[in-house]
């Protein structure tokens, strides 16, 4: 492998590194401080992964202050459908991102 081999592979690992840390980040602070709300499943995306389970929930929820916000479930259960009730948690600096309670 050549120079630039390397440093194409570094820096893709440089980079799932980062965004490993930030999700774990968000999901830490989410279960520290997030605040519990209560939303609906608004729709299911079907990513293509090869083995068949790769999707993406999508939840609908109003945060404290009102706002309608529509974000991504981190933690989805696999028996969850489109238009199924949910309760949450959610933080006020990450509000596009939820997790199950």
Same mark, same amino acid.
């Given at each position: ?13 440089? =980079? ?23 939303? =609906?499943?608004?729709?299911? =995306?079907?990513? &293509? ?16 202050? &009102? ?18 009730? =949910? ?15």
């Amino acid at each position: 492998m050549d120079t630039s081999g390397i440093i194409w592979w570094a820096g893709l690992i440089a =980079v799932s590194a980062v965004i490993c840390f930030v999700s774990k980040r968000i999901k830490r602070e989410i279960d520290e401080n997030g605040i519990e709300t209560e939303g =609906v499943i608004s729709h299911i =995306v079907d990513e &293509g992964g090869t083995d068949g389970i790769d999707y993406t929930y999508y939840v609908r929820y109003r945060t404290e202050d &009102g706002e309608e916000i529509e974000g991504i479930l981190l933690n989805p259960d696999s028996g969850l459908e489109e238009g199924g009730r =949910v309760r949450l948690r959610y933080h006020p600096k990450h509000r596009e991102n939820a997790k199950l309670i």
